[in-house]
């Protein structure tokens, strides 16, 4: 469950509860993370377009692409060069060998 569906649960009722919620959110940076699928890399690219954007990070040789929301990218403030972390969260992993 994500972290803003568990403060949305847990949040009082009404309109000026949900309003205030908001504004005490925590900020910073991760102090610890439960996910072990972390994949640290570089961002090579940002494309936004309307509420959604592409990343794209480098992670030694190869490429992962995500599509994140547009808030989520101005948030963490991604730009090109910067150093960020994919942690990935998967039901199901799939292993695929090349035929020989």
């Keep these: 469950m994500s972290e803003t569906e568990i403060d949305r649960l847990l949040a009082p009722k009404g309109p000026r509860a949900r309003k ?5 959110r925590p ?3 991760i102090v610890a993370l439960s996910g072990r ?7 090579d690219e940002v494309r936004t377009e309307g509420l959604l954007a ?5 992670i030694g040789d190869q490429m992962l692409t995500a599509v994140i929301t547009r808030d989520a990218v101005d948030e963490l403030r991604l730009k090109r060069g910067d ?4 942690i990935v969260k998967a039901t199901e992993v799939m292993i695929a060998k090349e035929a020989k």
């Design 20 to 24: 205030s919620a908001r504004s005490q």
């Design 27 to 29: 900020r910073g940076p």
């Design 37 to 43: 699928n972390q994949l640290r890399g570089v961002v």
């Design 54 to 58: 592409q990343v794209r990070l480098r």
């Design 83 to 86: 150093t960020a972390m994919a």
